[in-house]
């Protein structure tokens, strides 16, 4: 597994499809950024995707 992957995602405000960067070196599993689309902020978490090689986010409303 490489130390960053490229992620999709749909953002939770206005569904338009993105892609972050997951940091699989680091032991933060949870940040936040703004849509490229709408400019509102996505809270992204890592969750555990267990032998697969990409891994798995959860992205929703900040706030929620």
């Known amino acids: 597994m490489r ?3 490229f992620v999709g995602f749909a953002c939770p ?3 338009e499809p993105g892609e972050t ?3 699989m070196v680091s032991n933060d599993r949870e940040w ?3 849509c ?3 400019c509102a902020p996505i809270v992204f978490r890592r ?3 267990g032998d ?3 891994p798995r986010i959860a992205a929703r ?3 929620e």
Do not use: Q, S
């Open 61 to 63: 409303r900040e706030g």
């Open 52 to 54: 697969e090689e990409i």
């Open 3 to 5: 130390p960053v992957e």
């Open 36 to 38: 490229a689309v709408c």
């Open 32 to 34: 936040i950024e703004d």
């Open 13 to 15: 405000w206005c569904g």
């Open 21 to 23: 960067t997951v940091d």
């Open 47 to 49: 969750e555990d995707a």
